[in-house]
């Protein structure tokens, strides 16, 4: 009976749903921004978005936000500064049926409400950059975006709060134009998102693991 229980519970964690596979960002405390130097690119922001993934143990659910603004500033070919500026109630589920719209909309209208983004009262969430540098991958230090090319830090600010977050990321120059790609996993936690979060509660849980991916698209 034990070896079945054991199997049993063996097979229950395997069909759980994880976050996505993924680099993990570094997180710490929030770094000094300093003002870049060179020529602005302005965020295309009908070209670029800010995907998530989010998982329980049951599945998971894919949305994105769009953004505001934003813009980055590029000397030669170095990105020396920058920000991005999210619209929080822009928030959509993209994986429910359009058909089933209760669903989908009681999913979003709750992590749009306060237990989650709050974005009555932070309708924006912010990402200055505050160091890009090249990537080159080597013995120890291999990340799982294929072709990542440079590393970005920077400040993410959501619901007030500021940590610094450090990922790999895709980044050319062609033409006159900047596009950027980046996929990467953070702990929703850090930044005040605790509901459900605790592991005891079992088939109410929510992974504190979230999957963010930038796609930017800028130009002059």
Same mark, same amino acid.
């Given at each position: 009976m034990k070896y079945i229980l054991s199997i049993m519970l063996i097979t229950?964690?395997?069909?759980?749903?994880?976050?996505?596979?993924?680099?993990?960002?570094? $997180?710490?405390?929030?770094? %000094?921004?300093?003002?870049?130097?060179?020529? %602005?690119? =302005? +965020?295309d922001t009908a070209n670029s978005e800010l995907r998530w993934i989010g998982t329980k143990p049951t599945g998971k659910h894919t949305g994105r936000f769009t953004l505001q603004e934003g813009k980055l500033l +590029?000397?030669?070919?170095?990105i020396t500064g920058g920000n991005i500026i999210i619209r929080?109630?822009?928030?959509?589920?993209?994986?429910?049926?359009?058909?089933?719209?209760? =669903?989908?909309?009681? =999913?979003?209208?709750? !992590?749009?409400g306060p237990l989650f983004f709050d974005v009555v009262n932070f309708p924006v969430a912010t990402f200055e950059i505050t160091n890009v540098s090249d990537f080159t991958p080597s013995v120890g230090?291999?990340? !799982?975006?294929?072709n990542a090319n440079y590393t970005v830090q920077g400040n993410l600010t959501i619901k007030n709060i500021t940590k610094n977050i450090s990922f790999p990321a895709i $980044?050319?120059?062609?033409?006159?134009? $900047?596009?950027?790609?980046?996929?990467?996993n953070i702990d929703r936690t850090l930044w005040g998102?605790?509901?459900?979060?605790?592991?005891?509660?079992?088939?109410? !849980? $929510?992974?504190s693991a979230v999957n963010l991916e930038f796609r930017i698209t800028a130009a002059k």
């Open positions: 229950l964690l395997a069909a759980c749903e994880q976050a996505p596979k993924a680099d993990k960002a570094t $997180i710490t405390e929030a770094h %000094p921004v300093k003002e870049g130097k060179g020529s %602005p690119y =302005l +965020v +590029v000397k030669d070919t170095a929080m109630n822009s928030l959509e589920n993209i994986d429910l049926s359009k058909s089933d719209t209760s =669903l989908k909309r009681k =999913l979003e209208d709750e !992590l749009k230090n291999e990340v !799982l975006m294929k $980044i050319r120059f062609e033409n006159g134009t $900047i596009t950027a790609m980046a996929n990467f998102m605790t509901y459900r979060a605790d592991k005891s509660m079992q088939d109410k !849980l $929510i992974n």
